[in-house]
């Protein structure tokens, strides 16, 4: 999510999201951007089953499964299923109710959708999250991962949360990835799923359906339905496209078109972002056919 003020400012998410958030604004928040997903992308979603659609969701959110009945009454009625959300427990604020947190994300799961830890490695309090509420997802926090070629730890960190994955049988994403060189080093070991500028930059929704269309037509999309393609979707909406999506080798007219109406990420007077290169797709495609075959999704937990 980005904020346009009334001057063509565009403020990214850590300049806003603690003031949202203290005001007791965050819940409503979410609650608008659902309405929007489900208004604005809500069609081309549910055309792509596999296809996935990930919000962040703060700890006072699930009080009272208040996520529970937001999530059943803004999607029941639309093309995107259940089991096409994912939401992503933040963890700027503690949980301070753990067994109702847990019963919550049961109920969810029972209803299709799956739930994340997002920043997983950046907080000491993320790892009994997982060990305690039974997620589905790790998400790997952006400052480890651009962090990989700079600090042995971060590489300790990852191969860790990587066999804590693969044990408790939930899936990882990375998130931040910002060079080919951590794609390239992520999928190595087996990371299938990651988000970052590497793969396209915070898109507003007419730009992320152009996107979208490039890289998954809906006729492919027919013929392959097991396809494992995770969209991170925007209010003025960041994508979330993993290398083994962007292996269908979009056109690069297209994907460049997307890039230069994207909305920067830094609080500056608005401008197009830098052209994708032109040898973009073919980089991804290369990664990407060297890579593991993805791992299928868990089920969703009851």
């Known amino acids: 999510m980005r904020w346009r003020k009334p001057n063509g400012t565009i403020l990214e998410p850590a300049a806003f999201v603690e003031l949202v958030e203290t005001s007791g604004l965050a819940v409503d ?55 096409q959300i994912v939401l992503e427990l933040t963890e700027r604020s503690r949980i301070q109710d753990l067994s109702g947190m847990r019963d919550t994300v049961a109920a969810l799961q029972r209803k299709g959708c799956k739930v994340a830890i997002d920043d997983m490695g950046n907080d000491d309090c993320g790892l009994s999250y997982v060990l305690k509420l039974g997620v589905d997802i790790i998400k790997v926090d952006k400052g480890i991962v651009q962090s990989i070629d700079t600090k042995s730890d971060s590489k300790a960190t990852i191969e860790t949360l990587i066999d804590l994955a693969k044990n408790m049988g939930m899936d990882i994403v990375a998130e931040g990835v910002e060079t080919f060189d951590q794609v390239t080093y992520l999928r190595e070991r087996g990371i299938t799923a990651a988000q970052g500028y590497v793969f396209a930059p915070p898109l507003p929704s007419s730009s992320f359906l152009q996107l979208l269309d490039a890289m998954d037509p809906v006729a492919e999309a027919a013929a392959a339905p097991d396809k494992a393609i995770s969209a991170q979707v925007p209010a003025e909406i960041p994508a979330q496209i993993p290398a083994q999506a962007a292996a269908k080798a979009a056109p690069t007219q297209v994907l460049a078109q997307a890039a230069a109406k994207a909305v920067p990420a830094k609080a500056t007077p608005a401008q197009p972002a830098k052209p994708v290169p032109a040898n973009l797709a073919a980089k991804i495609a290369a990664i990407s056919a060297k890579a593991p075959p993805a791992r299928p999704a868990r089920a969703a937990a009851g």
């Not at 089953?49 to 639309?78: Q, R, Y």
């Open 29 to 83: 928040l979410t609650r608008s951007l659902m309405r929007r997903v489900r208004e604005e992308i809500g069609s081309a979603i549910g055309k792509r089953p596999h296809v996935t659609i990930a919000f962040n969701v703060a700890p006072e959110h699930f009080d009272d499964a208040l996520v529970l009945n937001d999530v059943g009454t803004i999607f029941d009625s639309s093309p995107v299923t259940l089991a």
